[in-house]
């Protein structure tokens, strides 16, 4: 019989082990997103181990961020310390240019640890996530490594997914006002947060915004983008197939698209 329970002992707690990454580098930067121009949010120290959240990029590891970092949501969208929406974002920083670093759900308890115009300061949920170089990780696994396809730059030559929480209306739409300079208001005849996919070539637009132009008539705009900015970056100028949430704004032809996933595509000459 004890044979029998420390096998189920065993057994449980091997089913709740988390994958550890120990750091083999000092004083190394952990980023919100996998780019080394992204936000610096603090460092790790040599010998520290971090527990594994994303493996699947060739050149970082995505880790659960230690508790000491600050992290921000909008206070709009707290109450007593308590998410009110379905989804909120979580980001580096106190503001809707900063990048989101994971989301909170309906319900869920925050760890208030200040506020600045608006924003709540925030410890890291269990849904968050920070990244760090490989190169100075010790890191369980193999990240998987997808063949080159096109002509494009290396760092355009993988399709990249982004689990990103859909933002509400609000959030795009304040962030989609760049595209005319004043507050944007929902098409309610429109249904928002749709799933679509969209093919292009990727270029900056007004503000932190990007836009798709056709690939053959380069003065038509296919659709507006709001992604992560490091992400757009890398492929800015290549031909490629978003595939996101779309939100519409009342007099308003083009949607505005939100990146759940981008896959480069091979430019016919």
């Not at 750091?23 to 952990?30: A, C, E, F, K, Q």
């Not at 994303?54 to 995505?62: E, K, M």
């Not at 920083?93 to 309906?106: I, T, W």
């Not at 380069?218 to 800015?236: E, H, L, P, W």
């Amino acid at each position: 019989m004890k044979k029998i329970l420390f096998t189920l002992i065993a057994l449980s707690a091997a089913a709740y082990a988390q994958d550890v990454v120990k750091v083999t580098g000092d004083r190394v930067s952990l980023r919100a997103v996998p780019d080394t121009n992204a936000v610096l949010l603090a460092r790790a120290m040599l010998g520290d181990e971090l527990v594994l959240k994303d493996n699947s990029n060739p050149d970082w590891v995505g880790v659960l961020p230690p508790a000491s970092i600050d992290l921000w949501v909008n206070g709009e969208f707290v109450s007593n310390n308590v998410v009110c929406p379905e989804i909120l974002n979580i980001r580096s920083g106190p503001s809707l240019s900063h990048s989101v670093v994971g989301s909170a759900l309906k319900g869920d308890k925050l760890t208030v640890r200040g506020g600045a115009g608006g924003w709540l300061k925030i410890a890291p949920t269990s849904n968050t996530i920070v990244w760090i170089k490989r190169e100075f990780t010790q890191t369980p696994g193999v990240a998987p490594v997808e063949p080159v396809t096109a002509p494009l730059a290396a760092a355009q030559t993988q399709a990249v997914v982004t689990v990103v929480a859909a933002p509400t209306f609000q959030e795009v739409m304040n962030e989609g006002s760049a595209i005319s300079g004043k507050p944007l208001t929902e098409d309610t005849a429109k249904a928002q947060g749709v799933d679509g996919t969209y093919t292009g070539v990727l270029q900056p637009a007004e503000g932190l915004l990007y836009k798709l132009i056709d690939d053959h008539f380069t003065d038509i705009i296919v659709c507006y983008v709001r992604g992560n900015s490091a992400q757009m970056q890398t492929f800015k100028g290549a031909k490629i197939e978003i595939t996101g949430k779309t939100y519409w704004a009342s007099g308003k032809d083009l949607p505005l698209v939100v990146p759940a996933r981008i896959k480069p595509l091979p430019v016919v000459r």
